[in-house]
């Protein structure tokens, strides 16, 4: 048995798939973190499975979200579904139930924080709003754990004795009543022969809805019949089309609310929340705020405890790579086995995996601000700025992932509705310097700008966004061109985060992120071993001047000698950079071997490199997510392609200049 | 007079949802639909997008938007 698990955002949708499922699957408050559907199988019968669909607001084919959502329902035909709706705001999320009930599939409301509503005083009578909408109701309380267990067998009860929604007719008598009865009418034995639901094929089909009209294979003739019976709506009523059939629900939600809802006078959590706004999105203090924010996360991050952890975890990788080596040496392993062990695998992923405390917690941090509602709040006050450059507030967020790493910074771009958005903020992600460049500048800050590394390293963080902005503005006119998508956007109140679902998110990127580390990294440390151990005839080389890789690297060097780093070592190491960032200093450390690195560099040519290492392509992971989000080789291949060209000619211009002040 | 040029404190009640395409719809879905009340807030610390609640929540659109909205104060 499949249930579908529908929502507003917002709504806890995705606590309650956790409670339900007890799966891994991360809660975020900011609207629309939910980007794709996820699965997983009831606690007490794996037999039953359960899709957590993309938090919508309707079932209108308007964002990439709604489509997923719409597209499972009409093609998957779950046995039933669970709506969830958020009880102390339950008018709005109503309208999606009644779209819901039209589908004519069984299901059932699990009105959520029914605790909230209560403990400030408010009620709901279960019992009457179920009998006037036709569907079995369940109050629960999804961060508590409560009503879960009678919500799950509710459902898999409507679903198995298939209890269909016993309302359908929600209009009054009137002009849009007799609209849908008559597109009903017409459209019945079609929809029947597709298998849709009437009510929900005449009113999409009212809507205007060409995708309606080829999936049912209705002619040319009925289509006419249909729109005379709208105009007639239309002039009846004096609204428009779509206006009439949200006015007829609304009505009905307003009617029922009026007779089945309490609303508390006074919500404690509200008025908390509306003091934290007062503050958070103050007219001066906002931004400063933010600001602030941002730095002790930064700080705490990169400065403090990641920085502690990463320490820690290295010394005890050094300790592992040492006991494993005296292990080999000691059973006389073949030296080229014990150079792929030792110099390929563990040298590579060991200095990725030291990374890993810093990853997990920053996205602790990320996280925290996103299930409190403070990244809706920053995407509002952020919105005016980022229309400058052709974007909306929403592609605040997935930018400010950038400077973790890009690839779930470009995962988080399908919350945005636009294809059009979503490219331009892929495209511009990579430009917000990663963490895995940060081994790369503290190593070039600390051999060439000892004095200046705080200044160098915020330069460089500033120039990423500066390049970006002109990126924007460039292609803004040119490959972008088309109108940004309406920000309409629900402001969540703010709600405490619970710890299982920040535990829950920690434990999936740390996991995400040694998935990449044994695999992808893995790979591209072995391929990089091999390449550097070996000649092109294949026999080992004692001298890696002589390898693969330096071949390689040799042919493309003349390709950085303006940018005054032509060595065949640095294009080497740079080669090893689409592996993973990180790769560029171990490289650089393994082709130096004693020789010092001032002794391949100059200052000046030193900024040029970190500047090119700055914009050159995203690490093989990004692209790989970079070309799953676009469905498209081609367009990832002509971002990589470009993000390169921006990079070579941002290095040329500041080798310059800076050749000149000096 | 439309939705933007009322000050933050203000109460108002939707005459008609001007816009179109996915913009006009989106409005539709979430309840700004004639006859609708609700009370402007505030304006974002750069001065738009604007915040609305209605209908028991809160609500942000830009200001371009809300001149689409025609409104009278209450």
């Given at each position: 048995m499949i249930l579908a698990l529908v929502g507003n955002q917002n709504s806890g949708k995705t606590t309650l798939f956790n409670a339900l499922t007890g799966s891994n699957q991360h809660v975020g408050n900011f609207p629309g973190v939910t980007v794709e559907s996820k699965t997983g199988f009831l606690k007490n019968d794996r037999k039953i499975k359960i899709v957590d669909l993309p938090g919508i607001y309707?079932?209108?084919?308007?964002?990439g979200e709604e489509i997923v959502t719409r597209d499972f329902i009409l093609n998957h035909k779950p046995d039933a579904i669970i709506n969830i709706a958020d009880a102390t705001n339950l008018e709005r999320n109503l309208y999606l139930t009644l779209q819901l009930m039209e589908l004519g599939i069984p299901m059932v409301l699990a009105l959520n924080m029914m605790d909230e509503v209560r403990n400030n005083g408010g009620t709901v009578n279960i019992r009457e709003l179920s009998r006037a909408l036709g569907i079995p109701i369940v109050p629960i309380s999804a961060i508590n754990n409560e009503g879960i267990s009678e919500l799950m067998d509710r459902a898999v009860f409507v679903g198995s004795e298939k209890i269909f929604p016993s309302k359908w007719d929600i209009c009054d008598d009137g002009p849009v009543h007799r609209c849908i009865h008559a597109v009903t009418h017409i459209v019945e034995h079609h929809a029947r022969k597709a298998g849709i639901s009437r009510r929900f094929a005449a009113i999409h089909l009212i809507e205007g809805e060409d995708e309606m009209a080829s999936r049912l294979g209705i002619n040319a003739n009925k289509i006419e019949l249909i729109e005379h019976a709208v105009i007639e709506m239309e002039r009846e009523t004096g609204f428009d089309r779509n206006e009439a059939i949200a006015d007829m629900r609304y009505a009905f939600i307003e009617k029922i609310c009026k007779d089945t809802v309490k609303k508390p006078k006074i919500s404690k959590e509200k008025l908390r929340s509306d003091r934290m706004d007062h503050v958070l999105t103050h007219r001066f203090l906002a931004i400063p705020l933010f600001i602030l924010i941002m730095f002790t996360v930064f700080f705490l991050t990169f400065g403090w405890i990641g920085n502690t952890l990463s320490s820690w975890l290295s010394l005890g990788i050094d300790a592992l790579t040492g006991w494993v080596d005296a292990v080999l040496t000691d059973f006389h392993i073949n030296p080229v086995m014990q150079g792929l062990v030792i110099d390929g695998i563990f040298t590579g992923v060991g200095s990725v995996l030291s990374f890993l405390p810093l990853v997990v917690v920053l996205f602790f941090f990320l996280s925290l601000l996103e299930d409190t509602g403070y990244m809706a709040r920053v995407a509002f006050f952020m919105d005016k700025l980022l229309r400058k450059i052709?974007?909306?507030?929403?592609s605040f967020v997935p930018m400010l992932l950038g400077f973790g790493c890009s690839v779930p910074a470009i995962m988080a771009t399908r919350t945005l509705s636009s294809e059009r958005d979503k490219k331009l903020t892929i495209l511009l992600?990579?430009?917000?310097?990663?963490?895995?460049?940060i081994p790369i500048y503290t190593l070039f800050c600390a051999s060439f700008f000892p004095r200046y590394a705080a200044l160098v390293m915020t330069g460089l963080y500033f120039g990423g966004m500066v390049v970006a902005v002109l990126v924007a503005l460039l292609t803004k006119k040119t490959l972008f061109q088309g109108k940004p998508i309406p920000f309409v956007m629900e402001l969540p109140p703010y709600r405490l985060p619970s710890l299982k679902s920040t535990l829950i998110l920690m434990w999936e990127k740390a996991r995400s992120f040694l998935q990449k580390a044994f695999t992808v990294i893995f790979l591209a440390t072995v391929i990089i071993w091999f390449l550097q151990s070996f000649d092109i005839r294949l026999n080992l080389v004692h001298d890696s001047a002589n390898s693969i890789l330096a071949v390689l690297g040799k042919w493309i060097s003349p390709l950085f000698v303006p940018l005054g780093f032509g060595d065949w070592r640095i294009a080497t190491a740079l080669i090893s950079g689409?592996?993973?960032?990180?790769a560029v200093v171990s490289t650089l450390n393994v082709l130096l071997g004693n020789l010092s690195l001032p002794s391949l560099f100059t200052p000046l040519t030193a900024l040029s490199f970190l500047t090119f290492t700055l914009l050159y392509t995203p690490c093989v992971a990004a692209v790989a997510t970079m070309k799953k989000e676009l469905h498209s080789g081609m367009k990832t291949f002509g971002m990589v392609v470009f993000q390169c060209m921006v990079a070579w000619i941002t290095a040329f211009v500041v080798y310059r200049i800076a050749s000149i002040i000096s | 007079m439309t939705l933007n040029e009322l000050s933050p404190g203000e109460r108002g009640l939707i005459i008609r949802v001007g816009g179109q395409g996915p913009l006009r719809l989106r409005l539709l879905d979430m309840g700004?639909?004639?006859k609708t009340a609700f009370t402007m807030v505030k304006r974002a610390?750069?001065?738009?997008p604007i915040v609305l609640t209605l209908r028991g929540y809160t609500l942000t659109i830009r200001e371009e938007d809300a001149m689409q909205i025609e409104v009278i104060k209450q």
């Open positions: 309707s079932l209108r084919p308007f964002s052709g974007l909306s507030g929403k992600i990579p430009y917000m310097s990663c963490t895995a460049k689409f592996t993973a960032k990180e | 700004l639909i004639s610390p750069l001065g738009d």
